[in-house]
């Protein structure tokens, strides 16, 4: 069962213009959330992540809300520029057995039209 | 900026031979993680390690193997290579204390290596 959801697989925005990607979780266990991006060919970067104890982390031009009732966060970037096109997963830290683990959604391909 | 490499980059090779792929990183971490990523999918934990002589197995069954011999270098190997092992595999490294603006819950990747088998 994915304890990570990013249910909508792509999304397709104008410069300039707010792009917001979700991601709901299952796991009420999950303590920290992270977001990456991801270009074609290259390994994930990290963009931003947030404790469970918050509910906004800004930088910049990216904000991530969480909202621990409904198990949903969500990444906003604005303005989104065309250099922001790329797969966005979203990630979970658990900490099981002793071990801190990350587990990922599937990814949301974001292209952001000039 | 992260330090953490990985070779090859791209690798096709025929069924049932022995392959290695390299992952090393220069920041000193002490936790390494081998991934396994199909297109379209999320990224699999294959093995872990929590320092030198360590490894576990992550949450993703794997006929791969891995060993931790040096802080810096977290091999993994698969003996014989079959079709069904083609996929992206990311090695990625994180510190137990970073004294940047990042926390330990932060992983740092590699550029992966995808690897065809024919």
């Known amino acids: 069962d994915q304890q990570v959801k990013q249910n909508s697989p792509s999304l397709s925005v104008q410069e300039g213009r707010i792009s917001i990607l979700n991601c709901d979780y299952t796991?009420?266990?999950?303590?920290?959330f992270l977001w990456y991006k991801k270009y074609p060919a290259e390994g994930p970067t990290f963009l931003i992540s947030i404790s469970s104890i918050k509910d906004k982390n800004e930088d910049g031009r990216f904000t991530v809300f969480l909202n621990k009732s409904a198990k949903h966060l969500s990444l906003h970037i604005v303005p989104s520029q065309p250099g922001d096109s790329a797969v966005y997963f979203c990630a979970a830290s658990e900490v099981r057995g002793g071990s801190e683990k990350l587990v990922f959604g599937k990814g949301m391909k974001l292209t952001v039209n000039p | 900026e992260a330090d953490i490499y990985q070779t090859p980059r791209y690798l096709v090779i025929g069924t049932g031979k022995k392959i290695t792929l390299e992952c090393s990183q220069t920041?000193?971490?002490?936790?390494m993680y081998w991934y396994q990523q199909d297109p379209g999918m999320e990224l699999h934990l294959i093995h872990y390690s929590y320092g030198v002589n360590s490894t576990e197995k992550g949450d993703l069954s794997s006929e791969s193997t891995v060993s931790r011999i040096r802080t810096e270098h977290f091999p993994l190997t698969l003996e014989s290579a079959r079709p069904s092992h083609t996929s992206q595999y990311l090695c990625?490294?994180?510190?137990?204390?970073?004294?940047?603006?990042?926390?330990?819950?932060?992983?740092?990747f590699g550029p992966g290596t995808r690897l065809t088998v024919t």
């Open positions: 990625a490294s994180s510190a137990l204390r970073d004294r940047g603006r990042r926390g330990s819950h932060e992983q740092y």
């Open positions: 920041m000193g971490h002490d936790k």
């Open positions: 796991n009420s266990m999950f303590d920290y």
